[in-house]
């Protein structure tokens, strides 16, 4: 199975910067969609942003403008740069990863945004 491992969480400030990062165990050239999820308490898990084997991407309205999503095929990893932080962007932040039918999650790792 594809373990997918996440870093770079963190407490920040509103307005600061957090780079997340997510290793996979093995290749993600064949994986389709690399993606990251946040659920905040009280809230559903919600997709942030996701990229595909072909490079495109796709935001939240949320975080447009302020995050991107990008993937190193050479470090079988994908990153989420986090800009302008603000409060409400605070959550436990998930690494995706879909290959044809299968599905795989990492652990999370949390991002608080306060002053």
């Known amino acids: 199975q594809v373990q997918l491992v996440e870093s770079g969480g963190g407490l920040v400030q509103p307005g600061g910067s957090l780079r997340l990062s997510c290793a996979a165990s093995e290749s993600i050239f064949s994986v389709f969609v690399l993606g990251w999820y946040r659920q905040a308490p009280g809230k559903q898990r919600e997709l942030v942003a996701a990229i595909t084997n072909l490079g495109s991407a796709n935001y939240a309205d949320s975080v447009k403008g302020r995050f991107t999503i990008s993937r190193d095929n050479a470090k079988n990893t994908v990153y989420l740069q986090m800009n302008s932080l603000k409060p409400e962007d605070t959550a436990v932040y998930f690494c995706?990863?879909?290959?044809?039918?299968?599905?795989?999650w990492g652990q999370g790792t949390q991002v608080t945004v306060s002053s």
């Open positions: 995706n990863a879909r290959v044809s039918t299968l599905v795989y």
